[in-house]
């Protein structure tokens, strides 16, 4: 039973990662700029694709038809020859392996870019218009950004290999001196959990440390007053909904091996991290991450299936029902500033 | 009729809304919606539309989780046909009465909160309602499949009567099928008997209260206004509506599956009310029509289609026409709404209904009235 | 009118937010009839008393009785229903409403209580409700402007709004915030003019203000707050010459 | 302007009532066939073309099957309109089919995206019937749609033809007379995989179920566990899934310590692509368990689905209705024809979709009439070859086919994108073959037909 709630509790804190780094990047807008962006789960999704895009171009090939040859099908034979390889040599092959990581460095500058214009381009006219309206208007360019990614990439998902070293389970049980093939997991998802933590650790350090940050925090907690200030808390913004953009976006190129990545993916994620958002109390960063574990471990326990033995369905509701008790229980969120969004 | 049941202006509103309606399938035919499925669609949706605007245009609360009651009222009226009788008549009226009750239950728990936060209550209801549906509840739901009608079926109180029947079962209204230009027309009644208590209850004193708690709640409260009771009626009274289109799309197409109770069909219904124009009476049901009609037409435009519409241009620019629009249609229908629902929201706040306005306003600048921006409640 | 009958007492009330003291032990009796002004610089805690009196805000001790009601623990609308209407400092109106129909839903509110479901009658047969609130703007001087959005007259045509829509219900005790801030000097004097002619209603009142000149000239008397706590009682005269106010607050403000 | 003409078809204007006394005075000197046949039938084609409803799921988790039954339905239209090579309007037998569209009538199709959501399918198949006039409807991937779509064209009395369903109920409990299906079914796949399972894997083994959960998993997973428990399997747990799921992770966790040593993947399409390499990825078949390797089943897999899970797909057994791989006459007929059009060789899925299409036209050419009870008499109790799956027949009980099943396997070393899977074993008709009562349900009647 140890190992099994064990195993529960690690994949627990691998999903609560994975949640806590996408209501990262929504919290981040909403706590600066005082936006609900719906649109949070399509930047997700733009940076998968930024993945697939990278992996187009790694594995591009040139194609020579053999008519002599006839595949069982009737279609004549088609040689393909990696370019990349072809080129680079080795060194391509192991870029090519690790196109997913690789993928970050180039997705970084896109989706600043891109958060930067959505901002100064759309968002930045609503700052004064009802929540309802920003929602709307997110939500719209959401189902844009999904669509134009169907209408280039299909409807279909795109299986982006994980990096050949990386593949398969760890024995985790073996390293912590138990007994050994008891506790095993993945090792992408062990990844992807250490980078969650790097990326929340790299975004809380820089709010801390540096004096953007504390300007940005400080605009947090009093917009008004750091304006007269005479600091351009404006421009920072941008900056902010641009960094927002790169956390959800690097969040998405990093979750790739783990599930393909097709236009809907976003939209899966959508109701879920603002559900995380509210539980962790809108515009707390702690709280979101707290949060994100929080819903990540009670689901992964919920689907145990002495649990459910007990409580059909539940693995299905759990993290409504947790959500709904919050706002009904403490309507601020675990960790959030009381009146945020109330009238 | 009598000036104090209904002002002038309403009255020539709800003739010509009736007038439009039951002559949709001449004036659509020639848009290629004149056929009585898409026209019970359109009036089904409007019902729920209609519903819809009384809690968020008139109240100010945005739910995103209607569908639920939507789901709750087909799930209810399937059942109805399958126990008791293949009349539509119980099955509209049980459906009503159980949505309503959910809805009471659910508006009560959430409205305990408002803003954002009561957008992610309902939300978190329609997703478990729908989880469950899909799942545990499979027993009631017959989960992802949808409840159906079968020959096998009770029906208590038909085979009291001795009434039976050939070949699959088919709900009737009094003993006629309602299906076809039948149901259509069903449906158009309901419609029209829903847009009149709109419009009754926009025009009445309740319907002012809610107008004013969506404008300033602060104030309703210290005015003497037990404010919690009266979004309650507007969330009840909405889900009723819901309930009632729910049950009538079972009734003219007896089936009831789980995905009409997902948050996207919830998020559809607040794309119509905006799309139409919040806090009008007419501006959701044109917004109905409008997601529908490209739901069901341009989604069904293919290249092929494309390619002998474009056939009189030159070879190359024909391609060319086709393969840009067909982006834009087909199964990339989408990107159409979502297009135009950003530049509505952008540019027309109001919806169709302040574009409506805005033109009119142009040809007439005699006219006083301000325009009255409707917004969304914070 | 019955002379020294007490309409609201506040006993002994505190408020505390975290460490700072809002209001320390107010003990306040207000007659009935009588126009009661309270005074004092910034942050004395006046408008946090209004608060607590009509039950936007708990006290953190003591209670407010409202003619032998305990108010305190009250939801506002039960109050106002009980006869306590207030002028915000910053109108707290219905912007998207109609000039009329933001009278008219305060004397709904007086006639139907607090909900009813009278979701079939027509607002256009409500023809009793109508004519009261066109009179009553009539007597504010906004009855030209009926028709308008609400959200869109001026701050001062806001206030006079908001006073009649108090107005309407008539009230047993009306409470002012600061009713003539950022009014002109003309609007000043006939929104005073208009107060006076509700004294001579009898009706109970009591007002915050800077202005002097209003407090002086409606005032029948007067309590001066100054960090949260009552420094001074009485009658106007009496106010102006005691020298802890002046210091406290007549000699620094003016 | 299609959309425009389209818009008045002689129906249209008849029931809008405009027209509705010509009508009735045209409708008595109308030409009858035969004494049997009737002209007043739903979407009684009139003109020189007939159409055809396809219901395709082209989004949602079975949207790469829906593709592809897409380009077998465009390819087997344009078979029997005589376009292309033909196809396996040369291997049929019998075969009434003369490659001059049906009953001489251009074939003609109107398509609808399900999004693989059993509502959404039967609002489509609604609109291509009440609008466009379609005369059959054909297609679908889950089998949730299947049912949906089937109780829909019995109420209006049109003919489904099912594209890739699989569940038992389709022909079990929800059959109805105006569907058909060509496919086999889950309780098939139980009978033809059980002996190779217990070849290969002994008799002392303990299964875990992964299901999706709706008609078509909970069917299944009955099956296989009927089969293997006959085994002597012991079964450890039996876990629903929700259809459309992303992430397995805290469903896969449980199997690590639970004492199974075999693993049963009820999934199919998207669900399987990502349930099955996220099983493999954790470690799942790298284990040792009970002494014995731990092994991963797919009962129900297609190349697509093969293709899509990768290497993770290699050595698993599963079952299919058909491989391109096959060497009769008629697999091969199709595969050339196919893989000429589209470059890679057919799915099983647009293999049924192909026969399916091919079938309904020739029982509407030996019924001489689109009239849906003739049709159906036609097509009850059939007997044909050379589609592939050797000799099959349309059952009249229950409308599903009787015909051989395979049962495939991961292949090791493919040579090529497409060859993803080995067939190990074809399992006849006779084995495959059972009592058509055991899963209850009622047909209903095929007449009167109702009038849509």
Same mark, same amino acid.
């Given at each position: 039973?140890?190992?099994?709630?064990?195993?529960?509790?690690?994949?627990?804190?691998?999903?609560?990662?994975?949640?806590?780094?996408?209501?990262?990047?929504?919290?981040?807008?909403?706590?600066?700029?005082?936006?609900?962006?719906?649109?949070?789960?399509?930047?997700?999704?733009?940076?998968?694709?930024?993945?697939?895009?990278?992996?187009?171009?790694?594995?591009?090939?040139?194609?020579?038809?053999?008519?002599?040859?006839?595949?069982?099908?009737?279609?004549?034979?088609?040689?393909?020859?990696?370019?990349?390889?072809?080129?680079?040599?080795?060194?391509?092959?192991?870029?090519?392996?690790?196109?997913?990581?690789?993928?970050?460095?180039?997705?970084?500058?896109?989706?600043?870019?891109?958060?930067?214009?959505?901002?100064?381009?759309?968002?930045?006219?609503?700052?004064?218009?009802?929540?309802?309206?920003?929602?709307?208007?997110?939500?719209?360019?959401?189902?844009?950004?999904?669509?134009?990614?169907?209408?280039?990439?299909?409807?279909?998902?795109?299986?982006?290999?994980?990096?050949?070293?990386?593949?398969?389970?760890?024995?985790?049980?073996?390293?912590?001196?138990?007994?050994?093939?008891?506790?095993?997991?993945?090792?992408?998802?062990?990844?992807?959990?250490?980078?969650?933590?790097?990326?929340?650790?790299?975004?809380?350090?820089?709010?801390?440390?540096?004096?953007?940050?504390?300007?940005?925090?400080?605009?947090?907690?009093?917009?008004?007053?750091?304006?007269?200030?005479?600091?351009?808390?404006?421009?920072?913004?941008?900056?902010?909904?641009?960094?927002?953009?790169?956390?959800?976006?690097?969040?998405?190129?990093?979750?790739?091996?783990?599930?393909?990545?097709?236009?809907?993916?976003?939209?899966?994620?959508?109701?879920?991290?603002?559900?995380?958002?509210?539980?962790?109390?809108?515009?707390?960063?702690?709280?979101?991450?707290?949060?994100?574990?929080?819903?990540?471990?009670?689901?992964?326990?919920?689907?145990?299936?002495?649990?459910?033995?007990?409580?059909?369905?539940?693995?299905?509701?759990?993290?409504?029902?947790?959500?709904?008790?919050?706002?009904?229980?403490?309507?601020?969120?675990?960790?959030?500033?009381?009146?945020?969004?109330?009238? | 009729?009598?000036?104090?049941?209904?002002?002038?202006?309403?009255?020539?509103?709800?003739?010509?809304?009736?007038?439009?309606?039951?002559?949709?399938?001449?004036?659509?035919?020639?848009?290629?919606?004149?056929?009585?499925?898409?026209?019970?669609?359109?009036?089904?949706?409007?019902?729920?539309?209609?519903?819809?605007?009384?809690?968020?245009?008139?109240?100010?609360?945005?739910?995103?989780?209607?569908?639920?009651?939507?789901?709750?009222?087909?799930?209810?009226?399937?059942?109805?046909?399958?126990?008791?009788?293949?009349?539509?008549?119980?099955?509209?009226?049980?459906?009503?009465?159980?949505?309503?009750?959910? $809805?009471?239950? @659910?508006?009560?728990?959430?409205?305990?909160?408002?803003?954002?936060?009561?957008?992610?209550?309902?939300?978190?209801?329609?997703?478990?309602?729908?989880?469950? $549906?899909?799942?545990?509840?499979?027993?009631?739901?017959?989960?992802?499949?949808?409840?159906?009608?079968?020959?096998?079926?009770?029906?208590?109180?038909?085979?009291?009567?001795?009434?039976?029947?050939?070949?699959?079962?088919?709900?009737?209204?009094?003993?006629?099928?309602?299906?076809?230009?039948?149901?259509?027309?069903?449906?158009?009644?309901?419609?029209?008997?829903?847009?009149?208590?709109?419009?009754?209850?926009?025009?009445?004193?309740?319907?002012?209260?809610?107008?004013?708690?969506?404008?300033?709640?602060?104030?309703?409260?210290?005015?003497?206004?037990?404010?919690?009771?009266?979004?309650?009626?507007?969330?009840?009274?909405?889900?009723?509506?819901?309930?009632? $289109?729910?049950?009538?799309?079972?009734?003219?197409?007896?089936?009831?599956?789980?995905?009409?109770?997902?948050?996207?069909?919830?998020?559809?219904?607040?794309?119509?009310?905006?799309?139409?124009?919040?806090?009008?009476?007419?501006?959701?049901?044109?917004?109905?029509?409008? @997601?529908?009609?490209?739901?069901? @037409?341009?989604?069904?435009?293919?290249?092929?289609?494309?390619?002998?519409?474009?056939?009189?241009?030159?070879?190359?620019?024909?391609?060319?026409?086709?393969?840009? @629009?067909?982006?834009?249609?087909?199964?990339?229908?989408?990107?159409?709404?979502?297009?135009?629902?950003?530049?509505?929201?952008?540019?027309?706040?109001?919806?169709?209904?302040?574009?409506?306005?805005?033109?009119? $306003?142009?040809?007439?600048?005699?006219?006083?009235?301000?325009?009255?921006?409707?917004?969304?409640?914070? | 009118?019955?002379?020294?009958?007490?309409?609201?007492?506040?006993?002994?009330?505190?408020?505390?937010?975290?460490?700072?003291?809002?209001?320390?032990?107010?003990?306040?009796?207000?007659?009935?009839?009588?126009?009661?002004?309270?005074?004092?610089?910034?942050?004395?805690?006046?408008?946090?008393?209004?608060?607590?009196?009509?039950?936007?805000?708990?006290?953190?001790?003591?209670?407010?009785?409202?003619?032998?009601?305990?108010?305190?623990?009250?939801?506002?609308?039960?109050?106002?229903?009980?006869?306590?209407?207030?002028?915000?400092?910053?109108?707290?109106?219905?912007?998207?409403?109609?000039?009329?129909?933001?009278?008219?839903?305060?004397?709904?509110?007086?006639?139907?209580?607090?909900?009813?479901?009278?979701?079939?009658?027509?607002?256009?047969?409500?023809?009793?409700?109508?004519?009261?609130?066109?009179?009553?703007?009539?007597?504010?001087?906004?009855?030209?402007?009926?028709?308008?959005?609400?959200?869109?007259?001026?701050?001062?045509?806001?206030?006079?709004?908001?006073?009649?829509?108090?107005?309407?219900?008539?009230?047993?005790?009306?409470?002012?915030?600061?009713?003539?801030?950022?009014?002109?000097?003309?609007?000043?004097?006939?929104?005073?003019?208009?107060?006076?002619?509700?004294?001579?209603?009898?009706?109970?009142?009591?007002?915050?203000?800077?202005?002097?000149?209003?407090?002086?000239?409606?005032?029948?008397?007067?309590?001066?707050?100054?960090?949260?706590?009552?420094?001074?009682?009485?009658?106007?005269?009496?106010?102006?010459?005691?020298?802890?106010?002046?210091?406290?607050?007549?000699?620094?403000?003016? | 302007?299609? #959309?425009?003409?389209?818009?008045?078809?002689?129906?249209?204007?008849?029931?809008?009532?405009?027209?509705?006394?010509?009508?009735?005075?045209?409708?008595?000197?109308?030409?009858?066939?035969?004494?049997?046949?009737?002209?007043?039938?739903?979407?009684?084609?009139?003109?020189?073309?007939?159409?055809?409803?396809?219901?395709?799921?082209?989004?949602?988790?079975?949207?790469?099957?829906?593709?592809?039954?897409?380009?077998?339905?465009?390819?087997?239209?344009?078979?029997?309109?005589?376009?292309?090579?033909?196809?396996?309007?040369?291997?049929?037998?019998?075969?009434?089919?003369?490659?001059?569209?049906?009953?001489?009538?251009?074939?003609?199709?109107?398509?609808?995206?399900?999004?693989?959501?059993?509502?959404?399918?039967?609002?489509?198949?609604?609109?291509?019937?009440?609008?466009?006039?379609?005369?059959?409807?054909?297609?679908?991937?889950?089998?949730?749609?299947?049912?949906?779509?089937?109780?829909?064209?019995?109420?209006?009395?049109?003919?489904?033809?099912?594209?890739?369903?699989?569940?038992?109920?389709?022909?079990?409990?929800?059959?109805?007379?105006?569907?058909?299906?060509?496919?086999?079914?889950?309780?098939?796949?139980?009978?033809?995989?059980?002996?190779?399972?217990?070849?290969?894997?002994?008799?002392?083994?303990?299964?875990?179920?992964?299901?999706?959960?709706?008609?078509?998993?909970?069917?299944?997973?009955?099956?296989?566990?009927?089969?293997?428990?006959?085994?002597?399997?012991?079964?450890?747990?039996?876990?629903?899934?929700?259809?459309?799921?992303?992430?397995?992770?805290?469903?896969?966790?449980?199997?690590?310590?639970?004492?199974?040593?075999?693993?049963?993947?009820?999934?199919?399409?998207?669900?399987?692509?990502?349930? #099955?390499?996220?099983?493999?990825?954790?470690?799942?078949?790298?284990?040792?368990?009970?002494?014995?390797?731990?092994?991963?089943?797919?009962?129900?897999?297609?190349? #697509?689905?093969?293709?899509?899970?990768?290497?993770?797909?290699?050595?698993?057994?599963?079952?299919?209705?058909?491989?391109?791989?096959?060497?009769?006459?008629?697999?091969?007929?199709?595969?050339?024809?196919?893989?000429?059009?589209?470059?890679?060789?057919?799915?099983?899925?647009?293999?049924?979709?192909?026969?399916?299409?091919?079938?309904?036209?020739?029982?509407?050419?030996?019924?001489?009439?689109?009239?849906?009870?003739?049709?159906?008499?036609?097509?009850?109790?059939?007997?044909?070859?050379?589609?592939?799956?050797?000799?099959?027949?349309?059952?009249?009980?229950?409308?599903?086919?009787?015909?051989?099943?395979?049962?495939?396997?991961?292949?090791?070393?493919?040579?090529?994108?497409?060859?993803?899977?080995?067939?190990?074993?074809?399992?006849?008709?006779?084995?495959?073959?059972?009592?058509?009562?055991?899963?209850?349900?009622?047909?209903?009647?095929?007449?009167?037909?109702? #009038?849509?």
């Amino acid at each position: 039973m140890f190992e099994v709630i064990f195993l529960q509790f690690l994949n627990g804190l691998d999903k609560g990662a994975a949640y806590a780094l996408i209501a990262l990047g929504l919290t981040l807008v909403f706590g600066t700029l005082g936006v609900v962006n719906f649109a949070h789960g399509a930047l997700f999704m733009l940076g998968a694709f930024c993945a697939v895009t990278v992996r187009m171009f790694l594995t591009m090939e040139t194609v020579t038809v053999d008519p002599t040859q006839l595949s069982p099908w009737g279609a004549p034979l088609e040689i393909r020859e990696p370019l990349v390889q072809a080129w680079l040599g080795d060194f391509g092959a192991v870029l090519v392996n690790y196109s997913v990581p690789f993928s970050i460095l180039i997705t970084i500058p896109i989706m600043l870019l891109v958060g930067i214009g959505l901002e100064r381009g759309i968002i930045k006219h609503f700052y004064k218009r009802p929540h309802a309206e920003q929602i709307l208007v997110t939500f719209g360019l959401a189902i844009v950004a999904q669509e134009v990614i169907k209408s280039i990439f299909g409807p279909n998902p795109i299986p982006q290999p994980m990096p050949t070293d990386l593949r398969g389970a760890a024995d985790i049980g073996a390293w912590l001196g138990m007994q050994a093939n008891v506790i095993t997991y993945p090792i992408w998802r062990l990844v992807y959990f250490l980078f969650a933590g790097v990326v929340i650790g790299a975004v809380f350090a820089f709010l801390q440390f540096t004096t953007f940050g504390m300007v940005v925090r400080a605009g947090m907690a009093d917009r008004e007053t750091v304006g007269l200030l005479g600091i351009n808390i404006d421009r920072r913004f941008t900056i902010m909904f641009g960094l927002a953009a790169v956390v959800a976006g690097v969040a998405g190129v990093m979750y790739t091996p783990l599930l393909p990545p097709n236009y809907h993916i976003g939209m899966d994620f959508l109701v879920l991290s603002f559900v995380v958002v509210v539980v962790g109390g809108m515009g707390s960063l702690p709280g979101a991450v707290a949060a994100g574990f929080l819903l990540g471990i009670l689901q992964s326990f919920a689907s145990m299936n002495q649990v459910k033995a007990i409580f059909p369905g539940i693995d299905q509701i759990i993290i409504y029902l947790v959500a709904v008790v919050i706002l009904l229980v403490r309507p601020r969120g675990l960790l959030g500033r009381r009146g945020v969004m109330e009238a | 009729m009598n000036p104090a049941l209904m002002s002038r202006n309403d009255l020539f509103l709800l003739l010509g809304f009736t007038l439009v309606v039951l002559a949709m399938p001449i004036w659509l035919a020639p848009f290629g919606a004149g056929y009585p499925d898409l026209l019970q669609r359109f009036m089904i949706y409007g019902i729920f539309a209609v519903g819809f605007n009384i809690l968020f245009g008139l109240t100010g609360y945005l739910s995103f989780g209607h569908a639920a009651f939507f789901g709750v009222g087909s799930y209810t009226a399937v059942w109805s046909l399958k126990l008791l009788t293949l009349d539509a008549i119980p099955a509209l009226f049980f459906a009503v009465i159980i949505s309503g009750l959910f $809805a009471l239950v @659910i508006g009560f728990l959430c409205l305990r909160r408002s803003g954002i936060y009561f957008s992610i209550l309902t939300l978190a209801f329609a997703q478990m309602s729908y989880n469950l $549906a899909y799942s545990v509840l499979t027993p009631i739901t017959n989960g992802e499949t949808g409840l159906q009608l079968t020959l096998s079926d009770p029906r208590v109180i038909d085979a009291a009567v001795g009434h039976t029947f050939v070949g699959q079962p088919i709900p009737t209204l009094l003993g006629t099928p309602i299906g076809g230009y039948a149901g259509f027309y069903f449906c158009a009644g309901f419609l029209i008997i829903t847009f009149f208590i709109a419009q009754r209850i926009a025009g009445s004193p309740f319907g002012m209260m809610l107008k004013a708690i969506k404008s300033n709640q602060t104030r309703m409260q210290f005015t003497g206004f037990n404010t919690r009771p009266y979004a309650l009626s507007a969330f009840v009274i909405s889900g009723m509506y819901a309930g009632l $289109a729910g049950a009538l799309l079972a009734v003219t197409d007896p089936l009831a599956g789980a995905e009409r109770m997902q948050w996207t069909a919830s998020g559809e219904v607040v794309l119509m009310t905006i799309l139409g124009g919040v806090g009008t009476l007419v501006g959701p049901v044109i917004g109905a029509w409008i @997601i529908k009609y490209f739901e069901n @037409i341009l989604s069904a435009l293919n290249d092929n289609i494309l390619a002998r519409f474009f056939d009189f241009l030159p070879d190359g620019v024909d391609t060319f026409f086709v393969k840009v @629009i067909g982006k834009f249609v087909g199964d990339g229908w989408h990107l159409t709404l979502g297009l135009v629902f950003v530049i509505i929201v952008i540019f027309l706040p109001g919806g169709i209904m302040e574009g409506v306005r805005r033109v009119a $306003a142009m040809f007439d600048r005699s006219g006083g009235k301000t325009s009255t921006r409707t917004q969304a409640a914070e | 009118m019955a002379q020294n009958n007490v309409v609201l007492h506040v006993a002994d009330v505190h408020k505390r937010f975290g460490g700072l003291h809002a209001l320390a032990d107010i003990d306040l009796q207000i007659e009935e009839g009588k126009t009661h002004a309270i005074i004092g610089p910034n942050g004395a805690g006046k408008s946090t008393l209004l608060n607590v009196i009509i039950g936007k805000l708990p006290p953190t001790s003591g209670q407010v009785v409202f003619d032998g009601t305990i108010l305190t623990g009250r939801k506002p609308y039960q109050i106002n229903q009980l006869g306590i209407a207030r002028v915000f400092q910053t109108p707290e109106i219905f912007a998207d409403l109609s000039v009329l129909h933001n009278v008219m839903i305060p004397a709904l509110a007086k006639r139907d209580g607090m909900f009813r479901l009278n979701m079939l009658r027509t607002l256009d047969s409500e023809t009793g409700i109508r004519a009261e609130a066109e009179h009553m703007l009539e007597d504010v001087g906004l009855i030209n402007r009926r028709h308008m959005q609400a959200g869109s007259l001026s701050r001062g045509d806001k206030r006079r709004m908001e006073l009649a829509m108090c107005l309407i219900q008539h009230p047993r005790l009306l409470l002012l915030d600061e009713p003539t801030a950022g009014m002109s000097r003309h609007d000043t004097n006939t929104t005073i003019d208009l107060l006076k002619k509700i004294k001579a209603r009898g009706m109970t009142k009591v007002i915050i203000e800077h202005d002097m000149h209003v407090v002086f000239s409606l005032a029948d008397k007067i309590s001066v707050l100054a960090q949260g706590r009552i420094i001074a009682d009485g009658m106007p005269d009496q106010v102006r010459g005691n020298p802890k106010v002046q210091e406290a607050y007549l000699g620094g403000a003016h | 302007m299609t #959309l425009l003409k389209r818009g008045l078809t002689r129906r249209r204007v008849m029931q809008t009532g405009m027209a509705g006394i010509i009508g009735a005075g045209v409708a008595p000197i109308m030409f009858t066939r035969g004494a049997w046949a009737q002209e007043d039938f739903c979407n009684n084609p009139t003109g020189d073309t007939v159409t055809i409803g396809l219901n395709l799921p082209l989004t949602g988790a079975y949207a790469e099957e829906g593709a592809d039954e897409q380009k077998a339905y465009e390819l087997a239209i344009a078979h029997l309109n005589g376009e292309g090579d033909g196809g396996l309007l040369n291997v049929l037998a019998p075969s009434a089919l003369k490659g001059n569209g049906i009953l001489g009538k251009k074939v003609g199709y109107v398509s609808s995206d399900s999004q693989t959501k059993s509502d959404v399918a039967r609002a489509g198949a609604t609109r291509m019937i009440e609008r466009d006039g379609a005369i059959m409807i054909t297609g679908g991937s889950s089998s949730g749609e299947a049912i949906a779509v089937q109780g829909l064209c019995q109420e209006k009395g049109i003919i489904f033809m099912a594209g890739l369903t699989h569940s038992n109920d389709t022909t079990g409990k929800d059959k109805r007379r105006y569907g058909f299906r060509h496919f086999f079914n889950a309780y098939q796949s139980g009978i033809a995989l059980g002996p190779v399972l217990g070849q290969e894997y002994g008799a002392d083994r303990r299964a875990y179920h992964l299901t999706a959960d709706y008609t078509w998993g909970w069917t299944q997973e009955e099956s296989i566990k009927a089969a293997t428990e006959a085994l002597g399997w012991e079964t450890v747990a039996a876990v629903r899934t929700p259809l459309g799921s992303t992430d397995y992770s805290q469903y896969l966790t449980p199997i690590l310590n639970s004492g199974a040593d075999v693993l049963i993947l009820n999934h199919y399409g998207l669900d399987m692509v990502n349930s #099955l390499p996220q099983a493999v990825q954790f470690g799942l078949r790298d284990r040792q368990a009970n002494g014995k390797q731990f092994q991963i089943v797919t009962p129900l897999v297609s190349e #697509l689905m093969a293709k899509g899970a990768g290497e993770a797909m290699q050595g698993v057994f599963g079952t299919s209705n058909w491989h391109w791989n096959l060497q009769d006459p008629g697999s091969i007929a199709f595969t050339k024809s196919f893989g000429a059009a589209y470059g890679s060789p057919p799915s099983q899925a647009a293999h049924t979709a192909y026969v399916q299409m091919l079938l309904y036209a020739d029982a509407v050419e030996r019924a001489g009439t689109f009239y849906p009870p003739e049709v159906i008499k036609a097509l009850e109790g059939h007997e044909f070859d050379g589609m592939g799956n050797g000799k099959t027949l349309y059952r009249a009980e229950d409308h599903q086919c009787m015909k051989s099943v395979l049962v495939v396997q991961g292949n090791e070393a493919p040579t090529s994108e497409f060859d993803v899977l080995n067939v190990v074993q074809e399992v006849d008709r006779e084995t495959t073959t059972y009592d058509p009562s055991i899963f209850g349900g009622e047909l209903g009647p095929a007449e009167p037909a109702p #009038l849509c």
